[in-house]
């Protein structure tokens, strides 16, 4: 079964740095888009970062622009969200998601289970 599996979540102090790290396995890695959502407990989910299947475009939502890098690596099914400049904003559960779909049309066919990420102040 087609999947993706999340790792790298933890605490850290307001200002730190984590890198979330995303591995596919079972579907064509290169052919999808890789997005990274957040959810904080009674909100609504949030696309952090979108990245095309080839790295040719990237997207990053406005709270999290120069802060957050997305990168993949289509030889290793692998997907890095490096994080700098955390803020106790940042606190969530992180989802990586693969869709076949472009960025502008992400829906998410494979998601994860998730990773915790806690920013204290």
């Known amino acids: 079964q087609s999947k993706v599996v999340e790792s790298g979540g933890g605490v850290v102090q307001a200002g730190g740095s984590l890198r979330l790290s995303c591995a596919g396995s079972?579907?064509?890695?290169?052919?999808?888009?890789i997005g990274w959502f957040r959810q904080v407990s009674g909100k609504e989910r949030e696309r952090v970062a979108c990245?095309?299947?080839?790295?040719?475009?990237?997207h990053y939502a406005d709270s999290v622009k120069g802060r957050f890098t997305l990168s993949r690596d289509n030889v290793n099914n692998a997907a890095t969200l490096e994080m700098t400049n955390l803020k106790p904003e940042d606190t969530a559960i992180y989802y990586c998601?693969?869709?076949?779909?472009?960025?502008?049309?992400?829906?998410?066919?494979?998601w994860g289970q998730g990773t915790q990420v806690t920013v204290s102040a």
């Open positions: 998601a693969a869709d076949w779909r472009y960025c502008s049309s992400f829906i998410g066919d494979i």
């Open positions: 990245i095309s299947s080839s790295s040719v475009s990237t």
């Open positions: 079972l579907f064509k890695w290169d052919h999808y888009a």
